[in-house]
């Protein structure tokens, strides 16, 4: 479950934010996301803490392993819910941290959620990318990247947050082959994670392919999914837009689950959940999508190290 090649894991770190959406930067450049009014802060915060307790509850009741760290509570981090953008694991014992776009974000790489995570799992090696903000090289981990694992093909859309001379750094490091492309929502913004539009799975792939302009790139990343053997499941534009494209499967004992939020499965057709195949949790998460810009599977960081 922990080999390096595995697309899936059963074990995830999710962190329970505090000062969710509070004064959050990130709505300038995330078209998914609305500022939240400083008179609701406080009860928008609140509602966020009770829909992310509702998803830790529905995860571990479906068998899935869910590691939770408290946010800080004296450092305002409003989009700490998404720890997912600032660092990954890898079955070879390898962890990597990121370069963020927005400096208030940079915060959440707190050293407590490192010794957590060494504490619990084998950390074989570090990579350790912050450094990169310096140089105007932007990465945001598994928010940027999509990852086909069993194959080593990372793909990304480029954006601010996502620079192509990063992108192409990180996958020599990695050993991985870069698929990239620009893509836009439906107003023609651009596309600030890839995660919103694409998601990989062991047998199927989820793309919003109508979200990617350029007939040639377009080509590109619909030809590298079919390679990889996956079902290809397309989405639609108003699709993507209720975070249908945000969807994770995760492994458990009783077989593999597909996670989403509820805005997302009520916008698939039967078509759609048919061609999944797998059972579908979803849960619903209306203020952490209005206010953060983010769904369920921006708030995983999936572990696939070994437990200790």
Request: glycine share 6%; hydrophobic share 40%; charged share 20%.
């Amino acid at each position: 479950m922990n080999s390096d090649h595995a697309q899936t894991t059963n074990h995830v770190l999710m962190v329970r934010p505090h000062h969710f959406a509070m004064g959050s930067p990130t709505h300038f450049d995330n078209a998914f996301q609305e500022a939240a009014p400083p008179e609701l802060q406080y009860e928008i915060a609140e509602k966020a803490k009770g829909e992310f307790d509702h998803y830790v509850h529905l995860l571990r009741e479906a068998g899935i392993n869910v590691t939770v760290v408290e946010d800080d509570p004296s450092v305002v981090t409003p989009d700490s819910a998404f720890p997912n953008n600032w660092f990954s694991t890898h079955g070879d014992g390898l962890l990597v941290t990121y370069p963020m776009f927005w400096p208030q974000r940079r915060i959440e790489r707190r050293e407590a959620i490192f010794e957590l995570i060494d504490q619990k799992f084998r950390v074989n090696r570090t990579l350790d990318l912050a450094h990169w903000e310096s140089a105007g090289r932007f990465l945001e981990g598994t928010g940027s990247l999509v990852l086909d694992r069993k194959n080593r093909v990372a793909y990304c859309c480029y954006s601010e947050r996502a620079t192509k001379q990063a992108i192409q750094d990180w996958c020599a490091a990695m050993d991985y082959a870069p698929i990239t492309f620009h893509a836009v929502d439906q107003r023609g913004t651009p596309i600030y994670h890839t995660n919103v539009m694409l998601a990989i799975g062991t047998e199927v792939a989820v793309a919003c392919f109508d979200s990617v302009a350029d007939p040639a790139e377009k080509s590109k990343l619909t030809e590298s999914l079919a390679l990889s053997g996956r079902r290809l499941m397309g989405i639609s534009q108003d699709q993507m837009d209720q975070f249908g494209g945000n969807m994770l499967e995760l492994r458990r004992e009783a077989g593999p689950l597909w996670v989403m939020s509820s805005a997302a499965f009520n916008s698939l057709d039967p078509a759609q959940v048919e061609l999944l195949g797998s059972p579908l949790l979803h849960v619903p998460l209306p203020t952490i999508e209005q206010y953060g810009g983010g769904s369920a599977r921006c708030m995983i960081s999936e572990i696939f190290l070994a437990p200790k």
